[in-house]
């Protein structure tokens, strides 16, 4: 027997929609969520000594349930089984829900924070308590523990290759991108769950690493508030859910504990904050970042399978700087089947035909750089009155323009990449054949309904900063203003988006702050 | 603002979605499919009215819009209870004879049209001026899609290949070595 199989049976996984009665627990530290942020603050912890439990609203579900069907997995892995949508429905959010949170789908692209990136918070978000020197070595670790390797252009899929190379026939810049996945079998499956455990995400990683340093993993557990009293957090109450993580048991958990984390993620860790009534300054929520993403279609003569190989294994960050415009970056989309039908546009004989051109298809797709600019104020989380979060986007002019530009930009990549025709997924798509048909795409309805605008990347919402004013928590701790033994250890905590994708941005940050918590909780 | 509160306050306020929730009663909803088992999150009526939103939206030979529909009520026990609520609502609104009359000109509800028709229909809210129309057509469109994608007895007559079964042992000592690759036919690390 492995290590991984004998988590699921390890007594320190609890499975609440097995308890028989109502769950009293006690820990040094209770850590709530268990994906980048809580998992790394877990292991870190655990292994300094401390006792610690997680708490996850998600059920473990390990490599025997990824069956690589959408029908079976999306419930299991995606929050709302991936049908959240940001309130006015203008954003569709793909958000992870299990042990090992959005760890376990994402497509496995890692990058570190931008050192200006880093810099600009510290210049304008008052995020004076580390640099970027002081994230490198636990970039490095967490690059050591996850696998985070730059793979060869030689293994990109030809959905991924088409990019690289349209973005060089462009003269644009282009790279191959690194990956947190050891001995790859290319199953292309990242998006539901690796089959075969090559993808080094939280729940074969981290979360084991903590178990086996002590710590216990309460799984199918909402954490509904946290008591406050007297200025300091006394406990958790979490509702435990069904064996389908879905519908609450009527049994319930509390979790006490000297210090808590919430990790939760942007979206969930806010709406835990305002379930508790912890939001003195106003600033619970604001500035939720989603990094919007629009995308391209593009079709070609021969084979491009794009449900084969990695998903993603090139970007270009050319156009990630406009100066006063919003930014946009390029990277590659895999092809599940539910997905692909939801992304491509139209209704009956027309999406039946492209749907079963897909084979021929890549699908290519602009994130949006959100928080850079006054122009792009993020969105909101507030709850809805059953207590689930709900998080108001509607997306901005500015971030209207920036699809445009990279609309444009996706079809010229494309079509210099070998592309016989070029589709928006507007409704009714557009469709271009020449570069001069990019034009068209000035004519367009760039509006919230007219083009299916979606989201991978959910950022900010609890900002650290060191103005108590404008931010949640202080960034020499992530511990929050006001409530001395409460911290956030997540992507809530960015006052900004990242410009690349988030996850190891995350690791390197919580394994930093985690490593400064371990020294003060041991004190 | 949530999604209940902007679905009253996004069309012509809440008189109208009232009304359409009802239906208009010389009109019913025409039932053209039978639930085979018990529904979840749709009502009766937003089960009709999306079996034949369905038909209209997959147009795959046999597609069976019962199935669709069933399938669209699985997925919708997954949302919070204000986002059911507002899909029942929204489902209501497309079908009404009253929000048709007023935007469309159209006397009957949705299931009682031609095929013709409710292609017109769908056409017409996706192309709307109005941002909850699109968005509600947008809705209405990727529920019976994915509902029906997500099927693997779906992908076969799509030209979609089913991926290469892993069929275990789930060992992770074992996972990725080159030998158990090749024994799963996956391909081994590049």
Redesign the interface.
Known sequence: ?????LLRASPNLIDGSKAASDLELSADVCVVGSGAGGAVTAAVLAQAGLSVIVVEEGGYH???EFT????EV??KLYQ??G?RTT????MSILQGRAVGGTTVVNWTTSFRTPEDVVDRWAKKHHVGGFKYADLVPHYEAMEARLGIHQ??V??MNANNRKLFEGCKAMGWHAEPLRRNV????????CGLGC????KRSML?TMIPDAMDAGARVLHRARVDKLEVQAGQVKAAYATLLDAEA?GATGRRAKISARRFVLSGGAINTPAVLLRSAINENKRVGVRTFLHPVIASVAEYDEPI?P?A?APQSAASHHFANRGDQVGVFFEAAPSY??L???VLPG???A??KL??S??RMALHVALTVDGFHDSSPGGVV?L???G?P?L?YPIPPAHWEAFRFAQKRLAELQLASGAKAVLTIH??PCKMTRAKDVELIDTLRW????V?VFTAHQMGGAAMGDDAETSVVRSEDLRHHSIHNLYVIDGSVFPTSLGVNPQESIYGLAHLMANRLATVAKG | MNRRTFLRRGLLGGAVLLLGGGGLALYPTRDTVVATRALQVLTPRSFQVLAAIARRVVAVPDVDPAAVAHAADDSLTRLPPEAQADVNALIGLFETALGGLVLDGRLRPFTRLGPDEQDHVLARWRDSGLALRRTGYQVLRKLCLVAHYAQPASWASAHYPAPTPISGPYDDSKMGTPEWNLAQGLEGPP
């Open positions: 027997m492995s290590k991984l199989s390990d490599a025997s690589m069907r959408e029908l999306m419930p709302e089984a049908q309130a006015d429905l203008g793979v060869s030689e293994s050891v001995a790859c079998a290319q199953t292309g499956q089959p075969v455990n090559a074969v879905r399978d449900y190989g089947p539910a692909t039908a939801a209704f009956g004989e999406h039946r749907f079963e897909v084979g507030k809805r009155p059953s689930a709900l108001d409704e009714p509006e919230t309904g007219a299916a």
